[in-house]
C-alpha cells in the first residue's frame, strides 16, 4: 500500500530529487525516527538547521545537520557490512589523498550502522553549468588526475584483503579506484579547486576503464566535454614521467 501511495503522489512531482525524498518518506516510516535522532544529537547547539536528501538508489536516507555533519541511515539493510568497509578504506587514504576526504565515524544504533561524516564543503561539480566548467576544465582535470595518479599507485597494507588478489600491484589505470569520479567531488566555485572526494562506499582495487567509460558517456551526455581527454592526457603525463 505504502509504494502504491508513494508512487500515486510522486507522479505529480516533476523534480527527480524532491520525487525521491517524498517516496523515501512514505516507504520508509522510520525517517521520522531518524530526524529525531539527529535533532537530539543537536539538542546543545544554539542551531539546528537540518536538511534531508536521499543517497543514489534511495538506498540510504541523509540527514545534515548545519552544515558540518552528515548522517546516513541505512534503508534497505542494516548497513554494518558497508560501514566497515568504507571506514577502513576513507582511513588507509585520508593521509594520501592529495584531495581531502571526509572523515567518517560509525554510530551503531538499535538495528542499524549509522555513518557520520564531516560536511564536505563546495559543489557538486554537475550543479555547475558546463559552460562554466569548460573556461576552468584543464585545472580540474589535473587535479583529477593527480588524485587517480596518487591513489591508484597507492597499496596500503591496511587494506590488501579487500582486493581480488591481495598480492596484485597497481598499473596503467589499474588500482585502488573511488569508484565514481563523474560527480562525487565538490569544487570551490571561486577558485575551481576540488575542495572534497566524496563516497567512498564503492571504492576498489580494478580496472578504470569501464568507469571512464561511464564517466565519458555521463560527460559528454549534460555537455561537460573533454574533460575525460584532459584527465587521460594529465594521468598518463604523470604516470610515465614517474616510471
Request: overall charge positive.
Amino acid at each position: 500500500m505504502r509504494h502504491f501511495i508513494s508512487n500515486l503522489v510522486c507522479g505529480v512531482i516533476w523534480s527527480k530529487s524532491l520525487r525521491d525524498l517524498v517516496r523515501t518518506r512514505i516507504r520508509f516510516p522510520q525517517t521520522r525516527e531518524y530526524v529525531r535522532y539527529v535533532r537530539n544529537f543537536a539538542k546543545n547547539m544554539k542551531q539546528r538547521k537540518i536538511r534531508t536528501v536521499v543517497g543514489y538508489g534511495c538506498k540510504n536516507f541523509i540527514v545534515i545537520l548545519n552544515n558540518k555533519h552528515v548522517f546516513k541511515f541505512p534503508l534497505l539493510t542494516d548497513g554494518k557490512e558497508v560501514s566497515l568497509r568504507e571506514k577502513r578504506i576513507v582511513d588507509a587514504f585520508y593521509g594520501i589523498s592529495p584531495i581531502k576526504i571526509p572523515l567518517m565515524k560509525i554510530i551503531p544504533y538499535k538495528d542499524i550502522y549509522i555513518r557520520k561524516y564531516e560536511f564536505a564543503t563546495g559543489t557538486l561539480l554537475t550543479d555547475i553549468p558546463p559552460r562554466v566548467i569548460a573556461q576552468h576544465r584543464k585545472h580540474i582535470a589535473k587535479q583529477i588526475a593527480e588524485f587517480l595518479y596518487v591513489i591508484g599507485k597507492s597499496d596500503p597494507v591496511e587494506i590488501r584483503d579487500l582486493k581480488p588478489n591481495p598480492d596484485d600491484k597497481p598499473g596503467f589505470l589499474y588500482g585502488w579506484f573511488q569508484g565514481d569520479f563523474w560527480q562525487n567531488f565538490m569544487l570551490d566555485e571561486k577558485t575551481f579547486d576540488i575542495t572534497f572526494f566524496i563516497d567512498w562506499e564503492q571504492a576498489s582495487f580494478e580496472s578504470w576503464l569501464s568507469a571512464f567509460y561511464v564517466c565519458t558517456h555521463n560527460w559528454d551526455k549534460f555537455g561537460y566535454r573533454a574533460i575525460p581527454i584532459d584527465i587521460m592526457y594529465e594521468y598518463s603525463k604523470l604516470y610515465f614521467s614517474k616510471k
